[in-house]
């Protein structure tokens, strides 16, 4: 079955969409990016972890980030040691019913998250309550943020700390934020095996 014009345009101009967005973004987040990569790497040097979570595709970028940092990325490396708070479903189920789902990830936070580590926190409005609660959690445990939103930040912008890392995509679009967070993370894996190998 041969796809009518009207659909290849379309999908020409996702891509288009895409790859103007990535260009209008690189100058707005290369700095917090870079900044949030050094953050992690002080972090592992010092024998810490870093944390991650999110909602729907979100939980995907955190599942994404934990596995290259755990196993590797592009070159082969000792494991690094990260965790995403939205794999395990009895944990997350048993506090979604003992409690209520805000705070499926703050407890995590609040049982695993020591001084030092880092929370990668990810949601595309920047408004996702769990999430907050899980930046509230890292504040009160000594756990640096990394917030990774979109639009105009949201809450989650509002509540930031001027040790946090703020990296909001300026636009307003899931997907299109979506696909710019992918390329951030991929950008912070490379950026941590560069500082962390001297990788060329």
Partial sequence: MRPTMDLISRISENFSESAHL????????????AAAVQLMV??????GKILSCGNGGSAADAQHFSAELLNRFEVERPGLAAMALTTDSSTLTSIANDYDYTQVFSKQVRALGHAGDVLLAISTSGNSPNVIAAIEAAHDSGVHVVALTGRD???????????????????????RIQEVHLLTLHCLCDGIDCLLLGVE
């Fill in 22 to 33: 990535k260009l209008q973004s690189m100058d707005a987040l290369a700095v917090p990016i």
């Fill in 42 to 47: 002080r972090c592992l040097q010092q024998d």
């Fill in 153 to 175: 930040g949201g809450r989650i912008g509002e509540l930031l700390k001027g040790d946090d890392v703020h990296i909001c995509v300026p636009a307003n679009s899931t997907a």
